[in-house]
């Protein structure tokens, strides 16, 4: 019974470089989230999959952010041009869709984005 | 006004103490009220989920809704140092398929 599963769980970058993150949901679960946790902060929504397509992007702060699930299951959240107010712990959840208690979500251990 | 509101502590008590946890919102939309707890350096961790207002309870832990004052507990019986960790509210409107939102986390220490 494997939970969510999240890789890299660290990255450093520099300033301007690209980066993906990438996550696995537990499986069967055809919702996923990507959150995004400042230090002393609760976590902030970026971006909700109902299966292959985002069903509400609301959260993502601007158009250097971006993230895909091409298949259904794995996503990947990528981030261009990354900034040092990008450092953060992106968190991914993901919770089985339809009946009784479908929101809730089951969080992965997060992957920790250094800019530098 | 933050739409949820959560004291961060930190809160420091003996083994074996109840500890009380609270959070305030300002949505009236909101329905579905969870708690997680976080472990330093991992993801949150589902402990309670509940519906609208009531009371649920599962081994030492309990958790409150009072929809008519926006206010949610989780109360801690019996705590132990491995309870220590930072706990989050969150809550969304609906069933499925929406953003959790979260409190700030309240950080708590319990020694032995």
């Known amino acids: 019974g494997a939970g969510v599963s999240q890789t890299p769980s660290n990255k450093v970058t520099e300033k301007g470089k690209y980066v993906e993150l990438r996550c696995d949901p537990i499986?069967?679960?055809?919702?996923l989230y990507w959150y995004r946790q400042s230090l002393g902060q609760g976590p902030e929504f970026l971006i909700y999959f109902q299966g292959t397509g985002a069903a509400d992007d609301s959260g993502l702060p601007n158009d250097r952010f971006f993230a895909v699930r091409p298949e259904g299951s794995v996503s990947t959240l990528k981030i261009q041009r990354t900034e040092r107010g990008d450092s953060a712990v992106y968190l991914c959840?993901?919770?089985?869709?339809?009946?009784?208690?479908?929101?809730?979500?089951?969080f992965g251990p997060g992957t920790r984005l250094t800019v530098l | 006004q933050k739409e949820v509101e959560q004291d961060p502590g930190p809160l420091s008590v003996p083994e074996g103490a109840i500890v009380s946890l609270n959070c305030t919102y300002s949505n009236s939309a909101f329905q579905y009220f969870m708690w997680y707890r976080q472990y330093s350096r991992k993801g949150p961790e589902l402990l309670m989920y509940t519906y609208s207002s009531g009371n649920k309870e599962d081994g030492r832990f309990t958790a409150q809704v009072d929809k008519s004052s926006k206010y949610i507990s989780l109360f801690i019986r019996d705590s132990q140092p491995s309870d220590s960790a930072t706990y989050l509210c969150?809550?969304?409107?609906?069933?499925?398929?929406?953003?959790?939102?979260f409190g700030k986390g309240t950080t708590l220490s319990v020694s032995s």
């Open positions: 499986s069967g679960h055809t919702a």
């Open positions: 969150a809550m969304s409107a609906s069933q499925a398929g929406t953003a959790l939102i």
């Open positions: 959840a993901s919770s089985l869709r339809g009946g009784a208690g479908s929101n809730e979500q089951f």
